[in-house]
């Protein structure tokens, strides 16, 4: 019997891991067979506290996890299966064998959806993002691209023309899905460039991003074009849909009724599989330790 099943090993996982333990609490976590979340596909982090001189993203959460477990907390490097929350104590299934906890701590995170074209997945922290104040400092006076339509898409141009001489958004479509306000904004900079009706269909280079191939959604003629970067705005999914019964909004992002509080009693979140605002690894950590901090206090008032 855990007092506390953590299910997720990103940076809130793991965070709330170190305060469930420092807590005195017989904590689990379901790390996944993929262990540590987003920051294992990132490479250099200078925005993280702490690390002056900036830290590879893989380091960082191998400290985080050692700290974890120096503290106590038992990791298995197991996928999530099934969850029974209809009562308690709770059972998970990870890796064949169940568990038994008297709360839970959801930490799934979001993944972060990708063009889905060749010569993406190898240059993922070579050129290839999906965060602007992540990776932005990267590109100082290089020429980028953003890839996406909507405002999260604006946003990170926006970030981004701080750093980059250049920043052109291509967008399939005709028409930008951004709110007015932000179109506004995007249109009314100087730094900024529109290819609506374009599409990226190969990312070229080899140890880094040095060009794509874009093809025109109208004519399907395809032109090369040399770039320096190219930052992925097309959103992200919540690994949220294997929990049955955890109430979740319209985007999939699991709801909050009060201080990382479930619909559930005893069923706490924390994280990118809650926060579609921020997604930054020192904001899902926050929460990490504000759900850790909730589970121990409802684990004395419930005994």
């Not at 240059?123 to 290089?142: T, Y």
Request: aromatic content about 8%.
């Amino acid at each position: 019997m855990y007092d506390v099943i953590i299910i997720g090993s990103g940076p809130s996982g793991l965070t709330a891991a170190i305060y469930a333990t420092r807590a005195n609490l017989k904590t689990l976590v379901i790390a996944g067979t993929k262990w540590g979340g987003q920051l294992q596909l990132t490479t250099d982090i200078e925005n993280f506290p702490g690390f002056p001189e900036g830290i590879q993203g893989p380091e960082l959460m191998s400290r985080i996890r050692q700290q974890a477990e120096r503290f106590g907390a038992e990791i298995v490097e197991s996928d999530f299966t099934s969850g029974d929350f209809s009562a308690r104590p709770f059972k998970v299934t990870a890796g064949g064998k169940e568990y038994v906890g008297k709360s839970m701590i959801i930490a799934t995170g979001a993944n972060a959806r990708w063009l889905g074209v060749k010569g993406e997945q190898e240059k993922i922290g070579h050129g290839v993002s999906v965060c602007a104040p992540c990776d932005g400092f990267f590109f100082k006076n290089k020429n980028i691209i953003v890839a996406g339509g909507g405002d999260s898409a604006m946003e990170e141009a926006m970030v981004l023309t701080g750093f980059a001489s250049q920043v052109i958004i291509v967008h399939r479509r005709e028409e930008l899905r951004a709110s007015e306000i932000m179109q506004k904004k995007v249109r009314e900079n100087p730094k900024i460039k529109l290819m609506l009706n374009s599409e990226i269909v190969e990312i070229l280079g080899e140890a880094k991003v040095t060009g794509v191939k874009i093809k025109d959604t109208k004519t399907n003629q395809i032109l090369d074009m040399p770039i320096d970067g190219i930052f992925v705005a097309i959103g992200h999914t919540p690994n949220s849909k294997i929990f049955k019964g955890i109430e979740v909004d319209e985007e999939g992002y699991i709801k909050v009724f009060e201080h990382s509080k479930t619909n559930i009693d005893g069923v706490f979140v924390s994280g990118d599989v809650h926060d579609k605002r921020y997604q930054q690894a020192i904001t899902a950590a926050g929460f990490g330790a504000q759900a850790a901090l909730e589970t121990e206090l409802w684990l004395e008032s419930s005994e």
